[in-house]
């Protein structure tokens, strides 16, 4: 793998194609195709969903992520069903979900939420030289938290022996994009309900050293100033 391909910013240009599966029949003003809007949600996420089928039947699970490039890449134990599952070729769904908002309309049923979502269609690849491996774990570490990587042990052997990676190229996605106020219908503005938006963000709480922390040992900058949307920015 290219160091291009790990470079954690966005130096693809283009749209994604609109295709069979990824076109917006509902609501289809709120999707988005283009790279910067896909990549932003998925810098700004934590936890995605992976879409399978196993044994005949849809399974859907929560699992971390990282992005690098044009590449997500997920990883956990060999003996993860969906690990095996989708590394050996199985055809993967994977979503991530950002919530910005809560929105109370009127009605009950023009109750809604503000939100970015990304939805990614494709057939993962399993990673196998421990270089590319390894280079994956950093992507993926650094996703979550940038800067990491240079002062953690970095995996052994027996470590990446034991862990699963795939790499789910970034070809198929759609991302969708809810913003603004509650759109009531237009008899219902005449109520007096309040209506509006509640605001939900992410917030970094103050960070725990771990009891067995040598007392000296310095809080790094990066956990410092960790700020959740922003900490992929380039
Ligand atoms: C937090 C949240 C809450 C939601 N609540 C509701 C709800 O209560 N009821 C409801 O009907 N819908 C809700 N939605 C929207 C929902 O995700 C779907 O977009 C919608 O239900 C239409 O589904 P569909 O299969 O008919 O979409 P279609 O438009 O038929 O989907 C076609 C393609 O469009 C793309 N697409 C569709 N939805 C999304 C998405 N959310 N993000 C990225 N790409 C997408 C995918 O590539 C998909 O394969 C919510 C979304 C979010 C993120």
Not at 189 to 218: F, S
Request: aromatic letters at 8%; charged letters at 30%; a negative charge.
């Amino acid at each position: 793998m290219s160091d291009d391909t790990l470079n954690m910013t966005d130096e693809t240009n283009g749209d994604f194609p609109k295709t069979e599966r990824t076109k917006l029949k509902r609501l289809p003003k709120r999707g988005a195709f283009d790279r910067q809007t896909v990549y932003g949600i998925l810098d700004e996420g934590f936890v995605c969903h992976v879409g399978f089928v196993a044994d005949g039947h849809p399974v859907v699970i929560p699992t971390a992520y990282g992005r690098a490039g044009d590449v997500v890449y997920i990883h956990g134990s060999r003996a993860s069903r969906m690990l095996r599952a989708a590394g050996a070729g199985a055809e993967v769904c994977v979503t991530v979900t950002l919530i910005d908002g809560l929105v109370l309309a009127r009605s009950a049923f023009h109750h809604s939420m503000n939100y970015r979502s990304v939805v990614i269609f494709g057939t993962a690849r399993a990673v196998e030289s421990d270089e590319e491996k390894t280079e994956a774990l950093r992507a993926f570490t650094e996703h979550v938290m940038r800067g990491r990587w240079d002062d953690v042990r970095w995996p052994s052997a027996r470590e990446l022996s034991q862990t699963t990676v795939l790499a789910l190229a970034l070809e198929e996605a759609s991302a969708k994009v809810r913003t603004g106020p509650p759109i009531d219908d237009e008899e219902d503005y005449e109520m007096k309900v309040w209506a509006g938006v509640v605001p939900l963000e992410t917030v970094v709480g103050e960070a725990v050293p771990d009891p067995r922390l040598p007392a000296e040992t310095p809080l790094p900058e990066y956990v410092e100033r960790f700020d959740v949307s922003t900490r992929n920015e380039s």
